[in-house]
């Protein structure tokens, strides 16, 4: 009886190691699919970049005497890490198939920024947080609450998926060199820029979604004649705009900044100049990392936002304008030198072939599509 009852309690120990080991080899095939998949030379220039950026950001909040914003940064790189794989190992050409899913996402993502969970910051309502909801019942801790989501950033990525299906498709049954066809994806692009401006009144944010659109059908095989007359168009327009006073008040001012620097230095203008006088500062040489003199300011106003979006600045005076790399402080002992920069990233008009061929091999394409256009185009450090 004991014989028996130990032959069943191996053959139990004995199916159960067998089936564990299965599993075990299911998950690291499964691992190893997709490692596979994944474009590990990118995947490793972005974990640099964020690192180095968090550096930065350390740099630029070390005179609030906290460590928020780099937890937070580093929060952000392990998410985006694991969304990475997550999103690898998923066919990216039948998640496009899902287009009405993907549009009504699009839509009604952006719209959530009208409901109490809409932060205004500003001027732009371009966030999603619960800081607002814990004000008005007075909870400390939701009031407080340091992560916040900026619907943009989010819907760019259905955006270039959705955008890339229509483009294939239009390629495929017909000809991206007529009118009658390019109007489709223009249309597309340029509602969601004006959905998302009423929406925010964020133009800037807005206007990234044409930028895509430009790049993705230049890369499509958009004539060349149909994308500069549309950035004609779109000059002409704003000339005509500015013209007939036509433009948001503020904007005016904005963009005479840009042309003139003395224009309104303690007004719209500040913040250029506060950019500027960062940047002259650091010479070709630098300050040195944590010596920056407006970067380390007490004073929030010498450098305003420092830590997004004059992370740039930050880097110009502490690790110098033409080449910027750490030079040794009294500070850069206790500091890992790294910087944040863009990736360089190939956006030839063959590197996105898969968009004319069919939509099988889209993923590379919409991956390379998202993040050249991200780290390219926003100076800013990476999610």
Known sequence: MRLQTGKIVLKYIENFVRREREAVNRFRDFLSDVVRQSD???????????????VLIASATHFRNTFKYVAIQGFGLLLGVLLYFLLSSIDVSEVGKKWKWLLAFNFGFILLLRTPFGLTRNGNRAWLGVNDIGK???????ENFPITVQPAEIVKITFIILLARQLALLQEKKDLTR?????????????????????SKDAGSGLVYLFVFVCMAFAGGFALRWIFLGLGGAVGGFLAAWNF???RGDWYDRIKVILDHSYQPEGKGWQQT?????LGSGKLTGQG???????QSLYRSSLPERQ?????????????FTFPLPRPSHHTMQHMPIKETTIPSACRRDSFSPYRTAPVKIRQSVMRA??????????QPAL
Do not use: W
């Not at 590990?40 to 968090?54: I, N, P, Q, R």
């Not at 109007?183 to 004006?194: N, V």
């Not at 600045?313 to 110098?320: A, N, P, Q, R, Y």
């Not at 991200?374 to 100076?379: P, R, S, Y």
């Open 245 to 247: 006073n036509l433009l």
């Open 289 to 295: 990392l944590f010596n920056g003199t407006q970067t």
């Open 274 to 278: 506060r950019g500027m006088l960062a």
């Open 179 to 199: 009118f009658s066809n390019v109007i489709q994806p223009t249309a597309h692009a340029g509602i969601m820029f004006l959905f998302y401006y009423v929406i």
């Open 370 to 379: 998202f993040v050249t256009i991200k780290e390219a185009f926003i100076v």
């Open 308 to 320: 997004t979006d004059f992370i740039f600045c930050v880097c110009g005076e502490e690790l110098s």
């Open 40 to 54: 590990m030379v990118l995947l490793s220039l972005c974990t640099v970049s964020t690192l180095y950026g968090m």
């Open 136 to 142: 008005r019942l007075g909870v400390g801790f939701l």
